[in-house]
């Protein structure tokens, strides 16, 4: 199988977010026939290389390719591991709501004034819920574009479809906007004990959401979340990459996690000093772990 030709199109998206390319690529994997899908050590073992060389940087990519191969390990069927993609494809279509149910907890949207920045697959799906759940019509979104792949944009086209008023602002005049706004929403690629990583400029944005003394939230995902401390030393490096390709130098950054006011799980917020607890409860497989140090 030429993985590479076959899943070109997923590593060609530079403008979604992770949840997203993720269902993507499971969309591609459950369009083959079960008897094509990679099982065998070294078609699964070339699989993975392909794909983690494109998609290493993406947490969510990692865990998730890490729980097929776990599938693999208890013996699922070529069946049973194609209806595993075709549900991963799916996604979970309740986690838009859950996210929204613990923002209301924290903030109100209706009326609110709230800073965006790039685009985040999870913050259109809360945003989406809230659209249908509450009047959104006197909610204010700032939007910034999102450099250098200009992605807040799509973001941008999306949420006014539904209905809300979206004002697109540059990067640069994010700390401006900043004083204007409630609180900020931002997606995250990747959640370690210390940091998380997001598109390049969500530092400078955090930074001065603290100095002025504006809330700062994560629209999170377990499968987000890492132990540096248990993986190889070159996934870790590929994770917490900042460039991600030789055109698009400092795509991502790290953001101290003490700057944010709450991490949005589906089944709660938690605050900064949780985040430990959270994620030392992952599981890796061992085989994964394994194929991923020689595939480097």
Not at 29 to 45: F, Q, S, V, Y
Not at 70 to 98: M, N, P, S, V
Not at 182 to 203: E, P, Q, R, W
Not at 213 to 220: C, E, M, N, T
Request: overall charge negative.
């Amino acid at each position: 199988m030429q993985w590479n030709t076959l899943l070109q199109p997923v590593f060609d998206n530079r403008t979604d977010g992770s949840r997203a390319v993720w269902r993507q690529l499971a969309r591609q994997m459950a369009g083959l026939k079960p008897a094509e899908l990679p099982t065998a050590t070294e078609d699964l073992r070339q699989w993975l290389q392909t794909v983690m060389a494109q998609l290493g940087h993406f947490a969510v990519v990692v865990r998730r390719l890490n729980a097929y191969v776990q599938q693999i390990e208890e013996g699922a069927t070529a069946a049973a591991l194609q209806k595993w993609w075709t549900t991963e494809a799916r996604g979970d279509a309740t986690r838009g709501a859950r996210h929204y149910f613990q923002l209301r907890s924290l903030q109100v949207l209706q009326g609110a004034k709230v800073l965006l920045h790039s685009q985040s697959s999870a913050v259109k799906q809360l945003l989406q819920v809230a659209a249908n759940e509450e009047i959104i019509a006197d909610t204010k979104l700032f939007q910034a574009i999102g450099h250098p792949a200009n992605e807040g944009k799509w973001q941008a086209d999306a949420l006014r479809e539904q209905a809300y008023q979206v004002h697109l602002i540059e990067d640069a005049a994010l700390g401006k906007y900043l004083t204007q706004c409630d609180y900020v929403l931002l997606g995250a690629d990747v959640i370690t004990k210390h940091s998380f990583v997001n598109k390049v400029g969500s530092m400078p944005l955090c930074a001065a959401a603290v100095l002025l003394k504006v809330p700062v939230y994560v629209i999170a995902d377990p499968d987000k979340c890492i132990d540096e401390s248990r993986l190889p030393e070159e996934l870790v490096d590929q994770l917490l990459v900042e460039e991600v390709a030789a055109d698009q130098a400092d795509v991502f950054e790290h953001i101290p996690i003490q700057w944010v006011n709450g991490f949005i799980f589906p089944h709660g917020v938690v605050v900064p000093e949780g985040i430990d607890k959270l994620i030392t409860q992952q599981e890796w497989n061992t085989t994964f772990l394994q194929m991923i140090r020689n595939a480097s």
